[in-house]
């Protein structure tokens, strides 16, 4: 079973950075975190759940929504079973509830995605 937990939210003024952290505390995490595909979505107030990147098993392949292109890198450690989102030149636009996922493999809409992460708060003031 897979149990992710956010980490590095907080508050920030434009054009700063963050980097959050979801790490895999299931009591099976040291085998099976790499046989997930990885993401983050986030969800401000009053819209739905957005992708916001993913990763591959082995870290080869990611993908990002454009509006975070070139600002956002994801990354992850299979060894430390976590998964990361550098944030840089952030907006106020980011200002979201940021969540980690992990599914069977890559897809942009949550449905895709079997567990779940409680969320962490970003918000960026102008």
């Known amino acids: 079973q897979v149990q992710l937990v956010e980490s590095g939210g907080g508050l920030v003024q434009a054009g700063g950075s963050l980097r959050l952290s979801c790490a895999d505390s299931g009591p099976a995490s040291g085998r099976i975190f790499s046989s997930y595909y990885m993401a983050w979505f986030r969800q401000g107030p009053g819209k739905e759940r957005e992708f916001v990147a993913a990763?591959?098993?082995?870290?080869?392949?990611?993908d990002y929504v454009d509006s975070v292109k070139g600002r956002f890198t994801i990354s992850r450690d299979n060894v430390q079973n976590t998964v990361y989102l550098q944030m840089n030149s952030l907006k106020p636009e980011d200002t979201a509830v940021y969540y980690c996922?992990?599914?069977?493999?890559?897809?942009?809409?949550?449905?895709?995605?079997?567990?779940w992460g409680q969320g962490t708060q970003v918000t960026v003031s102008s």
């Open positions: 996922a992990a599914g069977s493999g890559r897809n942009y809409r949550p449905q895709g995605y079997n567990y």
């Open positions: 990763i591959s098993w082995g870290g080869g392949r990611t």
